[in-house]
């Protein structure tokens, strides 16, 4: 799906595309990095930009500003219209069709001037547990602490002197959108991080809105609920045109022509499913890294109320439930630097590639339930496994089968086991059936290892595609082209038009493996208070 200046023959091909605008743009505001990607009407990226930025924490709240969402973006997209200039000989008058894309949840509010009301407060503040708390019971839903109506909720219960003057609330890809089109939309899988959807009617839960209009807190305010939140669309919807305004904004060049379409904004976990062809019921994705997540699109609602599980939708507004654990890396990455030091140590310099790759293939080779070894590899705490801090711990007994190959299978399945805590719930607990999962990032490097030790975990087939390397972005632009294509339900979109050539492996789950995990897993949580006297026993240190 890749061609970045592509071989000679085809920059001509590219070059008139370009300037018959069969082009369609992706833009996200990822958490560290905000990112721009043109493709082609055959999902080719032909141009990219990016911009780097960080949070920072002001007044015990963490925030961006909103000069330096302008900003990003505008120099993002310079990026990437410099690439298309320098690779293809055109300057980008115009585009097909364009979409915006953002990390999800966060509490942007705005009065009827349209003036911000207070700083943008991120999905990543954590001072809304009593909102989470009492929303969640409310509603029998999980309302994470992160979602927008526990932030509007928590300010409210706070007495915060701005709430009476809401007009409107909004994620960061709405407020982008909105800049752009004049128009008070997202994208149905974002809404669905600020209150809960109805998968039936594509809207919000409107039992809901009424029990939380009830409220008595919320009952003084002089706002409506559904009045100040936007309206959800699902994908293949045109959410507006790009205004003169919005143009000028991405582009204060004034080489970018006003009028391309809109697709609805959406969050990033809606545009990981599309990268990963991961929208169709039964199907999910497993996004690894410093933290991992699996989510699961599903057939029906959830029984009960069950905090391990955040449930949004797919950009086509099925359900999807997830389970999102904090640690993953971090731990295995500090073992795998030791072997680097040892291999230093005796005179050998092994690349990183080459390092983790050998290790990871030792793992294959160990007994089924990686010899009676334990892992937990928590660094920081994790909610799923009722740990307000961590603490990273190895444990053995004098019988175990002390091997390196034991030892890395050890590794590798604890860094997968604080999510299946939240997957057996959903597995096991609410009788969802999973038919595949698509597994990315870097740890699906190696072929197989993490593959297959994951299928033994979620007892599922694990897929690699040849297309991981797509983020969120190239999601994005996907769903702008999808505009064209919307009479195609998205998910056979996906299949046939999008991924019908890309390549991939799947692991089958073995049975020896799922048995083996099994026995590693029930000893992980059953071992779960020596993490406990751990972080008792080690306190962290002071700055």
């Known amino acids: 799906m890749t061609g970045i200046h592509d071989t ?156 009476p003057r809401i007009a409107y609330i909004t994620t960061l890809a709405g407020y982008v959108h909105w800049k752009l089109t004049g128009r008070k939309v997202l994208g149905i899988g974002d809404a669905s991080g600020m209150f809960p959807i109805d998968p039936v009617s594509k809207t919000f839960e409107y039992d809901m809105l009424r029990q939380f209009a009830e409220l008595p807190e919320v009952a003084k305010q002089p706002w409506e609920i559904e009045d100040i939140l936007p309206r959800p669309l699902v994908a293949g919807q045109q959410a507006g045109e790009l205004s003169d305004e919005g143009s000028a904004l991405i582009d204060p060049s004034g080489v970018l022509a006003a009028g391309a379409p809109l697709a609805p904004p959406e969050g990033d976990a809606g545009t990981g499913m599309v990268a990963t062809n991961s929208v169709r019921v039964r199907t999910g994705n497993v996004s690894a890294g410093t933290s991992i997540f699996a989510m699961v699109v599903l057939e029906h609602k959830l029984s009960a109320l069950h905090p391990e599980i955040d449930l949004v939708t797919t950009p086509a507004g099925d359900l999807a439930g997830m389970s999102h654990a904090n640690n993953f890396t971090s731990d295995l990455n500090a073992w795998v630097h030791i072997f680097k030091e040892f291999a230093q140590a005796t005179g050998i310099n092994l690349d990183t590639g080459t390092l983790y790759a050998t290790l990871f293939k030792t793992a294959l080779e160990g007994d089924a339930d990686a010899g009676g070894l334990l892992n937990y590899c928590f660094y920081s705490g994790e909610f799923l496994a009722g740990l307000s801090e961590g603490r990273p711990v190895f444990a053995r007994g004098p019988e175990s089968r002390m091997t390196l190959a034991n030892f890395m299978r050890a590794q590798l399945f604890s860094a997968f086991s604080p999510v299946k805590i939240g997957m057996d719930v959903m597995t096991k607990d609410e009788g969802v059936r999973v038919d595949s999962l698509v597994g990315h990032g870097g740890i699906f490097t190696t072929p197989q290892v993490a593959q297959k030790i994951l299928a033994a975990a979620f007892n599922a087939p694990i897929k690699v595609m040849s297309t991981a390397a797509e983020g969120g972005a190239w999601g994005m632009a996907v769903l702008a082209d999808y505009l064209w294509h919307s009479k195609t339900p998205l998910a056979d979109h996906l299949d046939q038009r999008v991924f019908g050539d890309a390549q991939s492996t799947t692991e089958q789950p073995d049975p020896s493996d799922v048995a083996g995990f099994e026995r590693f897993f029930t000893r992980f949580i059953a071992g779960l208070s020596m993490e406990q006297a751990a972080i008792v026993a080690i306190p962290l240190e002071e700055d």
């Open 8 to 163: 000679s023959e085809h920059i001509a091909a590219i070059a008139e595309k370009i300037r018959a605008g069969k082009t369609s743009l992706g833009i996200e505001f990822g958490s560290t990095r905000i990112k721009a990607v043109l493709i082609d009407d055959s999902y080719t990226t032909i141009a990219a930009g990016d911009y780097g930025w960080e949070n920072r924490l002001e007044d015990g709240l963490w925030t961006y500003s909103l000069e330096e969402v302008w900003q990003g973006m505008q120099r993002a997209y310079a990026a990437l219209a410099n690439d298309v200039e320098t690779a293809y000989g055109e300057k980008l008058t115009r585009i097909g069709a364009l979409g915006f894309s953002a990390m999800m949840h966060g509490y942007l509010a705005f009065d009827k001037d349209d003036h911000l009301l207070v700083p943008f407060r991120t999905w990543r503040n954590t001072n809304t547990r009593q909102a989470h708390e009492e929303l969640s019971q409310l509603f029998q839903y999980n309302i994470p602490e992160r979602w927008s109506i526990a932030h509007l909720y928590q300010a409210i219960i706070d007495h915060e002197e701005h709430v």
